[in-house]
């Protein structure tokens, strides 16, 4: 059955369809189709578009099937991480698009232990086939470990720190059990900045629970063979992480012409109205060689 609280805005959707240039008749790839929200524009702005759309989160595909479910069998659906997902043949996709991270419909429940802003299991898994929770990694894993984590995937200059509290006080059952250790064991001046001070080693765990980094590089190197001649690929990041990965790898594949030279980014009025697009990027490629 269908969840119908899942609701997440597309961010830089109208500049994504304008860069994109959809062709009648085009046949496109929605690596992160969340909502449908971004689908949703590609099947609108051209007559007899077809589309490919993944997802590895049950309920955001169910959510997906359901919006886009006006359109028939111009829409075909695939339930599983888009790194792993093998075209039926090469050279086949006219554009390509990958949304990255987190959706503010996964953030809204507090059960999929992705914030911290209610109590929820540590769990963070986007596909929740998987084993490998948020939990396992916070209560098993060495100290020096979570610290390597936390600086590396979170950016997090206090992560010594942080890693050792919580080893100190562990094991953990919810979020905000977590962030509040998180927070006492920082410097006053760090827990009264802009940002609440778990926010970097949530998005860590996050990371590391679904090995986004590693799944991006792969995905990337890959999906170039999938486009036709001349196809658009096209990746919005919410992080420098995922965007240096993004960055590097389009500059480096010599099949690639960077349309891009810097990411496009929201207008203040986009972000007045879904705050969420203030730290979104987007970078675009077409493909110029076989």
Request: with cysteine; aromatic share 8%.
């Amino acid at each position: 059955m269908t969840d119908p609280s899942f609701h997440h805005v597309p961010v830089l959707a109208d500049t994504l369809i304008d860069a994109l240039q959809i062709s009648d008749r085009g046949y496109y790839l929605d690596c992160t189709v969340g909502g449908g929200g971004h689908s949703e524009r590609i099947l609108l702005a051209a007559q007899d578009v077809r589309l490919v759309a993944i997802d590895q989160d049950a309920i955001a595909l169910q959510a997906a099937q359901t919006r886009l479910a006006p359109f028939g069998n111009q829409v075909e659906f695939w339930h599983g991480n888009f790194s792993t997902y093998q075209p039926s043949e090469l050279g086949q996709f006219d554009g390509m698009i990958a949304d990255l991270g987190v959706s503010s419909a996964q953030l809204d429940r507090p059960e999929r232990g992705f914030s911290f802003r209610e109590s929820g299991d540590l769990d963070m898994r986007m596909d929740r086939r998987q084993e490998l929770t948020a939990a396992d990694i916070v209560n098993t894993y060495a100290e020096k470990t979570l610290a390597d984590i936390f600086f590396t995937l979170g950016e997090e200059r206090l992560s010594r720190r942080i890693a050792r509290n919580i080893v100190e006080q562990r094991p953990f059952q919810t979020t905000t059990q977590l962030a509040d250790v998180i927070a006492r064991c920082v410097p006053g001046s760090y827990r009264h900045g802009r940002i609440h001070p778990a926010t970097r080693v949530f998005q860590a765990l996050r990371i590391e629970v679904n090995q986004e980094l590693k799944v991006l590089e792969t995905w990337l190197q890959q999906s170039v063979n999938w486009l036709k001649p001349h196809g658009k690929i096209a990746v919005i990041s919410f992080h420098s992480l995922e965007d240096r990965i993004v960055k590097h790898t389009f500059r480096q594949d010599e099949r690639l012409q960077i349309i891009t030279k810097k990411p496009l980014i929201a207008t203040d009025e986009e972000i007045r109205q879904n705050p969420r697009s203030r730290s979104a990027k987007l970078r675009l490629a077409t493909k110029v060689k076989i």
